[in-house]
Each structure stands twice: as structure tokens, then as C-alpha cells.
């Protein structure tokens, strides 16, 4: 069954973005503990870019299904997973870039290259680690996933804060302050 494709964030409601983030079934990942199986000879490139054997994945679908068995180990390194196979899979920073933001009544929502939405919160908190090109934010995506906040969403944040008044500059979202600078 082929994937659909990922929602506009920019045409939902903040309400909409909860209900489709409730209704999300992520596949079990953290139950399945196969042996593993070896290199699945694939990258996952900073700017979100998934590679096989050198070469990029053209098919955003193929992209999307495989992101949904991606897993973080507890040493750090990632797995593409199911109940039979484990390989490991080559991330140069985050698996996911979050290319999208909508900010409405006290939330801020977040949408990935490939389509999943986040609010950020508790569950979803953001990060900063400074980089040598500039502060360098980070989005909790699900199981230790997470997505590198764009430039451009990054400059978005940075003009919520600017609008602010707090001291040190961040955002609000589900109750939580985010401070825009690294920890």
C-alpha cells in the first residue's frame, strides 16, 4: 500500500496537527531485537538526503517507509530495523530536518522532510548545541530521533523570541521555555 503524501502544515490548524499526530501509529521498532544482519550500505546525509550505495533515494515514498523503521541504539548508532533484520545506517547528523514550522496559540508544530509533525513540549523538546556555522537547534522527533532544525524554520524561531521579552531570548510551546542558545 503506497504512503500518502505528507500533510501541508502551513494549511492545518494546530488542532488538526494534534489530531494527526494522535492518530499516528509508528511502527514498534523499540520491541524488535533481530540479530543483526549487517550494513544496510545507506546514509542518511545532514541536509536529509538518504543515499544507497552512493547514490541519493529518488523515491520520497521508499524514503518515508524506511524512516518508519529507523531506530537510535543505546550506543548511538542508528538501525534500520523490523522483526526479522537489523542494519546499520550511516547518519551524518540528524536523520531528519524539520523544513516547516506553524506557530498558533501557545504551540509550536514542526514538520520533517519527510512529513512528521511534532509539537514541540515535554515529548518534543528543542535543543541548541553551538556549530561552526552558528547555533545549531535540534527537535526530538520519536525514540531518540531527531530532526536539525532548517536554517530558514531556525531564522522563524529566532524572530518569535526577538518578539518576545524573555531573558535569555526562546520560545514557548506546550508549557515548556526553549532558550535559543546552546546548553
Given at each position: 500500500?503506497?504512503?500518502?503524501?505528507?500533510?501541508?502544515?502551513?494549511?492545518?490548524?494546530?488542532?488538526?496537527?494534534?489530531?494527526?499526530?494522535a492518530a499516528a501509529t509508528p511502527a514498534p521498532v523499540e520491541q524488535w531485537h533481530p540479530s543483526h544482519c549487517g550494513d544496510s550500505e545507506m546514509r542518511i546525509a545532514r541536509d536529509g538526503t538518504w543515499f544507497h550505495q552512493g547514490s541519493p533515494i529518488g523515491r520520497q515514498a521508499m524514503?518515508?517507509?524506511?524512516?518508519?523503521?529507523l531506530r537510535r541504539e543505546a550506543d548511538g548508532g542508528y538501525v534500520l530495523v523490523n522483526p526479522a533484520e537489523k542494519l546499520d545506517i550511516a547518519v551524518e547528523d540528524a536523520p531528519f530536518v524539520?523544513?516547516?514550522?506553524?506557530?498558533?496559540?501557545?504551540?509550536?508544530?514542526?514538520?520533517?522532510?519527510?512529513?512528521d509533525l511534532v509539537i514541540a513540549g515535554p515529548d518534543h523538546p528543542l535543543r541548541f548545541e553551538s556549530g561552526e556555522d552558528g547555533p545549531r537547534p535540534y527537535i526530538h522527533i520519536r525514540g531518540g530521533?531527531?530532526?536539525?532544525?532548517?536554517?530558514?524554520?531556525?531564522?522563524?524561531l529566532a524572530n518569535l523570541a526577538i518578539a518576545g521579552d524573555a531573558s535569555p531570548p526562546g520560545v514557548s510551546s506546550d508549557g515548556m521555555f526553549f532558550a535559543l542558545e546552546p546548553a
Open positions: 500500500m503506497p504512503m500518502p503524501p505528507p500533510p501541508d502544515i502551513a494549511a492545518l490548524s494546530m488542532d488538526e496537527i494534534a489530531a494527526l499526530i524514503v518515508r517507509k524506511f524512516a518508519t523503521i524539520a523544513t516547516a514550522m506553524k506557530a498558533e496559540g501557545g504551540r509550536i508544530a514542526f514538520q520533517t522532510n519527510l512529513g530521533l531527531e530532526a536539525l532544525v532548517s536554517r530558514a524554520v531556525y531564522y522563524e
